[in-house]
């Protein structure tokens, strides 16, 4: 598993006895790097010295809103040279605001704020922004200063989901802290329940921000898992999804190299294993997100080759722990039928649930009628409806088969129910399609139907 702290002041005196217990508690909590992130010009280079010292921490510079009085023309200097000396530099930051506490002047603190986003856009870095209490005055600088040209973080996020959505659109993504354990906190949850995952980081903001249960205790970078951990209850996935995700998600931002991916074929999501075998699909639905990524909860699906049997069960013997196999991917499995029907037989001999989702058009891909061949080698069968009617299917599918399509999709659902135990019917809740309407074509189908959220994949 792979967690990385987004944000951690893991440097100076609260660390100088036990540096190096703190590196190993958070390598066995599975956090595998760190951005050690400046605050003023003396911690920029005690966060720097860090960086080029451990080949697993990454760092940010600048100048915290506390310590604006003091900024001069040297200070900018200082944290412009730094931020060149080193490819470990990933950010400018923390900079922002605090009107919480407003340790330095108001002007200053906007003076230094809008001089080191002019600096992040110069060096084409991202920014760590600080915001306590000031989320309509960082909104408008940030607009006034461009920022959207670089993005960047918003640390320890406190505002509300609007806030979260309109810095998502600007390129920003949320980072949260080990806040999000407290149990007065609901604001913030309510934050995380409502930006896509994709858009998530978790840090520490160690030593600050302890989570529970450990609140009341100096914070360090271990600690992120508690924060991953609630994370992933409210979005319903695992501690490994979040993790990935969100890893995917600091490394993107920060342009920190990715690890190589060593398996595409087979991934984990919850605790279902997914197959990916081909890239290739008749359909090409408007809603479908791989036209702009090939990235599924932080998996990168795109194929280099469509693999052979025995990569499928190489990749899928490096998994474990999975309640069900389910042929997804970013394609259309049953295009591939041969090696479906093949490692499905393996599957079933080792006692596992199959499920495949499909665009149910397998029988006019193939020209004749497929499903008896998946008889006692697929559990479940989940069919994209998507629309009650030939037009809408055609307008939001773009089927090569014209009406034969939808008609296609509706009698291989009929035919389903004769040789698979299990026949879902779904559909992407995309803004102007009747749900409802599709919903009651499943039910005259005679099979069940699961609504698929809009813009969410996997
Ligand atoms: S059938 Fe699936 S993979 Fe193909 S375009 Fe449609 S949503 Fe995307």
Redesign the pocket.
Same mark, same amino acid.
């Given at each position: 598993m792979e967690l990385i702290d987004s944000h951690a002041h893991v440097y100076g005196e609260e660390y100088a006895a036990d540096f190096p217990q703190v590196l190993e508690r958070a390598r066995e909590a599975g956090v595998t790097t760190m951005v050690a992130v400046g605050a003023d010009l003396e911690s920029s280079r005690q966060a720097l010295e860090l960086a080029e010292a451990h080949p697993h921490i990454y760092c940010t510079v600048g100048i915290h809103p506390h310590d604006a009085e003091g900024a001069t023309e040297e200070s900018y200097q200082a944290i412009r040279e730094m931020a060149l000396s080193s490819s470990k530099v990933v950010a400018i930051g923390e900079i922002g605001l605090d009107f919480y506490r407003d340790r330095s002047p108001r002007p200053a603190q906007e003076e230094v704020f809008r001089r080191f986003i002019r600096l992040a856009r110069e060096l084409s870095l991202p920014l760590v922004i600080h915001d306590r209490d000031a989320h309509d005055r960082i909104m408008a600088i940030l607009r006034e200063e461009k920022a959207q040209e670089v993005g960047g973080v918003l640390h320890c996020f406190s505002g509300d989901l609007a806030m979260a959505q309109e810095c998502i659109e600007m390129g920003f993504v949320i980072s949260i802290p080990g806040t999000v354990t407290y149990p007065s906190n609901e604001a913030l949850r309510d934050v995380v329940r409502g930006v896509k995952v994709e858009h998530l980081l978790v840090e520490t903001d160690c030593p600050y921000l302890t989570p529970v249960p450990h609140r009341g205790k100096r914070n360090e970078p271990a600690f992120v898992r508690l924060t991953a951990e609630r994370v992933a209850e409210l979005k319903g996935l695992s501690l490994e999804d979040i993790g990935r995700i969100t890893s995917l998600n600091t490394r993107t931002i920060f342009r920190i190299p990715q690890p190589e991916e060593h398996s595409t074929i087979a991934y984990m999501i919850r605790n279902s294993l997914y197959l990916n075998i081909t890239n290739r699909?008749?359909?090409?639905?408007t809603? /479908?997100?791989?036209?702009d990524d090939f990235i599924v909860k932080g998996h990168e699906l795109k194929l280099s080759h469509e693999p052979v049997f025995a990569e499928v069960i190489a990749a899928i013997d490096t998994k474990s722990d999975f309640s069900e196999v389910v042929f997804c991917g970013?394609?259309?499995p049953l295009a591939r039928l041969d090696l479906v029907k093949e490692v499905a037989a393996e599957l079933k001999r080792r006692g596992l649930k199959v499920r495949v989702n499909t665009?149910g058009q397998a029988n006019l891909l193939h020209g004749r009628n497929i499903l008896p061949e998946l008889a006692g080698l697929v559990d479940v069968i989940s069919v994209?409806l998507n629309a009650a009617d030939p037009d809408t299917y055609q307008r939001l /599918?773009n089927t090569p088969f014209g009406a034969d399509g939808f008609r296609g999709v509706c009698d291989f659902l009929r035919e389903a129910g004769k040789h698979i135990p299990k026949v879902v019917a779904s559909a992407?809740t995309v803004p102007d399609l009747d749900v409802e309407k599709v919903k009651s074509l499943a039910e005259e189908l005679g099979v069940e139907f699961r609504e698929r959220e809009y813009a969410e994949v996997g």
């Amino acid at each position: 598993m792979e967690l990385i702290d987004s944000h951690a002041h893991v440097y100076g005196e609260e660390y100088a006895a036990d540096f190096p217990q703190v590196l190993e508690r958070a390598r066995e909590a599975g956090v595998t790097t760190m951005v050690a992130v400046g605050a003023d010009l003396e911690s920029s280079r005690q966060a720097l010295e860090l960086a080029e010292a451990h080949p697993h921490i990454y760092c940010t510079v600048g100048i915290h809103p506390h310590d604006a009085e003091g900024a001069t023309e040297e200070s900018y200097q200082a944290i412009r040279e730094m931020a060149l000396s080193s490819s470990k530099v990933v950010a400018i930051g923390e900079i922002g605001l605090d009107f919480y506490r407003d340790r330095s002047p108001r002007p200053a603190q906007e003076e230094v704020f809008r001089r080191f986003i002019r600096l992040a856009r110069e060096l084409s870095l991202p920014l760590v922004i600080h915001d306590r209490d000031a989320h309509d005055r960082i909104m408008a600088i940030l607009r006034e200063e461009k920022a959207q040209e670089v993005g960047g973080v918003l640390h320890c996020f406190s505002g509300d989901l609007a806030m979260a959505q309109e810095c998502i659109e600007m390129g920003f993504v949320i980072s949260i802290p080990g806040t999000v354990t407290y149990p007065s906190n609901e604001a913030l949850r309510d934050v995380v329940r409502g930006v896509k995952v994709e858009h998530l980081l978790v840090e520490t903001d160690c030593p600050y921000l302890t989570p529970v249960p450990h609140r009341g205790k100096r914070n360090e970078p271990a600690f992120v898992r508690l924060t991953a951990e609630r994370v992933a209850e409210l979005k319903g996935l695992s501690l490994e999804d979040i993790g990935r995700i969100t890893s995917l998600n600091t490394r993107t931002i920060f342009r920190i190299p990715q690890p190589e991916e060593h398996s595409t074929i087979a991934y984990m999501i919850r605790n279902s294993l997914y197959l990916n075998i081909t890239n290739r699909c008749s359909n090409r639905c408007t809603f /479908c997100p791989k036209f702009d990524d090939f990235i599924v909860k932080g998996h990168e699906l795109k194929l280099s080759h469509e693999p052979v049997f025995a990569e499928v069960i190489a990749a899928i013997d490096t998994k474990s722990d999975f309640s069900e196999v389910v042929f997804c991917g970013y394609g259309e499995p049953l295009a591939r039928l041969d090696l479906v029907k093949e490692v499905a037989a393996e599957l079933k001999r080792r006692g596992l649930k199959v499920r495949v989702n499909t665009d149910g058009q397998a029988n006019l891909l193939h020209g004749r009628n497929i499903l008896p061949e998946l008889a006692g080698l697929v559990d479940v069968i989940s069919v994209s409806l998507n629309a009650a009617d030939p037009d809408t299917y055609q307008r939001l /599918c773009n089927t090569p088969f014209g009406a034969d399509g939808f008609r296609g999709v509706c009698d291989f659902l009929r035919e389903a129910g004769k040789h698979i135990p299990k026949v879902v019917a779904s559909a992407v809740t995309v803004p102007d399609l009747d749900v409802e309407k599709v919903k009651s074509l499943a039910e005259e189908l005679g099979v069940e139907f699961r609504e698929r959220e809009y813009a969410e994949v996997g």
